[in-house]
């Protein structure tokens, strides 16, 4: 148990009435001492005994006085320490080349609220800005009652800042305890082939679905997620299921390097028959969210192919049979003309010759 205790002073006369709670539920086990007096002006004391995973829990305690000078009340909550977290930093860049070139700076989950950031080019704080924008700081509570913070920082510099080859970027956040932490961009100076149209995208994603032999045949197949590296790096591949599971993944696949990386996934054929829907998630480092795509089996087109599928091989045969019988008689409508034509060359081969003898 923990005893919390509540002081009313400088009233008169002294005559005053303590009330606890809790929550808004009155507490009536408490203790109110007698009202001492100094210079003409009473003094009052009252105390509680509460459990100690109420008090842990920061539940509200509150202590209320009824005096005929009037009334008061006061709240008593666990105080939380202060706590001193450094951000995670992630910086990401976009440029015009021609015109000019653009910073973000993204801190998340810092405390306290006081901090700093600031922007560094290969080091060096004085440099020419077009902008520098710094957001307001966003607050969230933790299930634990913990405060985090987070912000912003956006820079804009001209393209003559971007020195020939490698210009390095870095944003630097210092808490209020003095603490610091940094995270850096190399911006590498490029120019685009002519001709080139949209810029090329950090990864490509491609599903590739199982094949109906698998499915029909194996009763079961492959979905493959097939992820193309343009820039590196990616940080962590994997299959959810449409409640968010996570199913299978990768992690590190490209370790920095340009690369194409395939994650197989096991489908069932009554999984598939069933109607499914998967989806492969991509986490790149220079993406603030990750990349999502997904495989959909959707049960009506299926089901319609299912159906044609049991009865197709009946079908077919009778198809094949049409088809002979057709065959058959085209056939012999072909021999038959055949016959009355070399028929008729006979008769009339027969006739031109009895025409010459005569003649002769």
């Known amino acids: 148990m923990i005893t919390l205790g509540c002081l009313a002073t400088g009233f008169t006369p002294s005559s005053l009435t303590f009330s606890w ?50 009334n008061g009340a006061i709240d008593i909550v666990k105080d939380i320490a202060p706590i001193f977290k450094l951000p995670t930093l992630k910086v990401l860049t976009s440029s015009d080349e021609e015109i000019e070139a653009s910073f973000s700076c993204f801190a998340r989950d810092f405390s306290p609220k006081e901090h700093e950031i600031k922007w560094l080019k290969d080091e060096k704080e004085k440099f020419n800005k077009l902008y520098e924008i710094q ?26 800042e971007l020195t020939e080859g490698v210009t390095k970027f870095t944003c630097e956040f210092t808490g209020k305890d003095g603490s610091s932490v940094n995270a850096s961009v190399t911006y590498k100076q490029t120019q685009p082939p002519v001709g080139t149209g949209c810029p090329e995208a950090d990864v490509d994603i491609k599903i590739i679905g199982p094949t109906m032999e698998d499915l029909f045949l194996k009763k079961k197949g ?7 590296v343009n820039r590196p790096s990616v940080e962590r591949v994997m ?10 993944e990768v992690q590190d696949a490209t370790k920095g390097s340009k690369d194409t990386i395939e994650l197989p996934l096991d489908i069932t054929y009554e999984e598939w028959s069933k109607g499914l829907t998967r989806f492969c998630i ?40 049409d088809q002979e019988q057709d065959d058959m008689g085209r056939t012999a409508i072909t021999f ?6 070399t028929l008729l060359f006979s008769i009339v081969t027969t006739a031109f010759k009895v025409i010459i003898t005569k003649l002769i």
């Open 21 to 70: 709670n809790k929550n808004g539920a009155a507490l009536p086990d408490f203790i109110q001492y007698p009202s001492g007096q100094k210079d003409n002006l009473f003094t009052g004391v009252s105390q509680v005994r509460v459990r100690t995973q109420d008090w842990e829990a920061r539940e509200t305690f509150q202590c209320a006085v009824t005096h005929v000078a009037g």
């Open 135 to 160: 957001t307001p700081s966003y607050e969230k509570k933790t299930d634990n009652g913990t405060i985090l913070y987070s912000a912003a920082s956006f820079l804009t510099v001209q393209s003559s």
């Open 222 to 228: 492959i979905v493959k997620c097939q992820v193309k």
């Open 239 to 248: 299959w959810e299921d449409k409640d968010g599971n996570n199913m299978i």
């Open 282 to 321: 991509v986490e790149h480092s220079n993406l603030i969210d990750p990349l999502k795509k997904a495989y959909e089996r959707r049960i009506a087109f299926y089901s319609e192919m299912n159906a044609v599928m049991k009865n197709g091989w009946k079908n077919d045969m009778d198809a094949e049979q």
């Open 336 to 341: 038959i003309l055949l016959f009355l034509i």
